[in-house]
């Protein structure tokens, strides 16, 4: 049986060396995607709304479970050790 864990998962793949976290064996979780990418602003104006409290989930983006998020939307993804699991785990071929 195939341990559910990251590094056996398709959707993940350990990071260039150079990257963050390489020394250490780590990886990218390719499912989890920069929340600023799937998202859309709201029309109407909420003065309670802060930092992205006016983003709304894409139609086609409502199914994920995860999202990279930082405070400059430049870049963000999750970084995981190989024995790390979830429930999106989806085996290599």
Do not use: H
């Not at 995607?33 to 894409?58: I, S």
């Not at 999202?67 to 963000?76: E, I, K, P």
């Amino acid at each position: 049986m195939t341990t559910m864990s990251c590094a056996t998962c398709k959707k993940w793949g350990r990071v260039e060396k150079g990257n963050a976290g390489w020394r250490d064996g780590l990886g990218r979780c390719t499912n989890v995607p920069n929340f600023y990418d799937v998202t859309d602003q709201v029309a109407e104006f909420d003065p309670e709304d802060g930092v992205a409290g006016d983003l709304v989930l894409k139609p086609g983006s409502k199914s994920l479970k995860a999202f990279g998020l930082d405070g400059s939307g430049y870049q963000a993804f999750l970084i995981t050790a190989p024995d790390f699991g979830c429930v999106s785990f989806d085996p290599k071929d």
